[in-house]
């Protein structure tokens, strides 16, 4: 489980990474798992270089959305049964323990990385991949879509990378336990109506959709959105009444903002606000 060659650097931008695609336009970042042959399975290198590049991407002001996609019709199969299936079931518990809280580091890190994530799903999203789609912010699903949390089909847990943790809070707790303890398929249908994707559309339309949704949310305020992100994650553990004291110190900060002074004037002078991000 070695680093990958080339560290992650800034300006993202600049950046061109070994294990996945990487395009930069407009503030949208988009990630493109690429090993279409495979239906984009995730190797020890790649599930490293991802985990590197959300961390990097609270470094890159210059990045205000990301959106994650698979190449070829595809999102991702998981974990590669030949390249991580296999050399798992040599190692002690040591290494199995590193290896899993290496999986759950990318889950870390697209949960603490400040830009919001939208989730491009078409054709297969399974295992890790399904992981993957689960700690984005929004999902958009192409139709045929199909989404399954396969762990235990390989004689695991249905814990695996936050799954148990994440998945209720998104489509319920029966509907999660389902998935889990089955590891079936859930169609588009399925998870548009639990609520586990946005929408529908057609396949040639969820990657356009997808990033026009990122660039939607890229022009709104950068430094406001940052603090809905992390606002969603952290009042998980709270109570309401401890929800609404930190939703008041929250929103006072939003509050100092030159971007909520410019929407103030924008509103006066009936133009749209142009937001900057400070």
């Known amino acids: 489980m070695s680093r990958p060659a080339n560290p992650v650097t800034v300006p993202l931008a600049d950046y061109s990474p070994q294990h996945f695609l990487l395009a930069v336009v407009e503030g949208v970042a988009t ?35 990301i959106v994650v996609t698979g190449a070829g019709g595809n999102f991702s199969s998981g974990g590669d049964v030949f390249e991580i299936i296999g050399p ?7 290494g199995l323990t590193a290896f899993t809280r290496m999986t759950g580091d990318l889950v870390k890190a697209m949960r603490a990385c400040p830009q919001p994530i939208v989730a491009a799903v078409e054709g297969i999203c399974a295992g890790a991949g399904a992981i993957i789609a689960m700690a984005c912010d ?14 235990n089909k390989v ?21 999660a336990s389902e ?4 590891g079936r398929f859930m169609t588009a249908e399925e998870g548009e109506r639990w609520g586990f994707f946005s929408r529908i559309v057609t396949p040639e339309q969820v990657l356009p959709q997808a990033q026009l949704l ?27 009444e401890e929800a609404i004291e930190a939703e008041a110190v929250a929103q006072a900060l939003c509050m100092m903002t030159a971007d909520f002074e410019r929407a103030f004037e924008a509103f006066a002078n009936k133009v749209k606000p142009v937001f900057r991000g400070d």
């Open 179 to 182: 998935l889990l303890y089955t």
């Open 88 to 94: 798992l079931v040599k190692m002690d518990t040591k």
């Open 214 to 240: 990122a660039k939607q949310v890229a022009e709104g305020p950068t430094f406001a959105n940052t603090m809905t992100k992390r606002m969603l994650a952290m009042e998980w553990a709270m109570s309401v």
């Open 138 to 151: 929004m999902r958009l699903a192409a139709s045929g879509a199909k989404v399954a949390f396969l762990f």
């Open 155 to 175: 004689g695991l847990a249905g814990c695996d990378m936050g799954a148990c943790a994440i998945l209720p809070r998104i489509i319920g707790q029966s509907r």
């Open 31 to 65: 990630v493109t798992l690429n090993r279409p042959e495979r239906k984009n399975p995730l190797t020890f290198e790649s599930y490293r270089e991802l985990t590197d590049f959300f961390r990097a991407c609270a470094f890159d002001d210059a990045i205000k959305s």
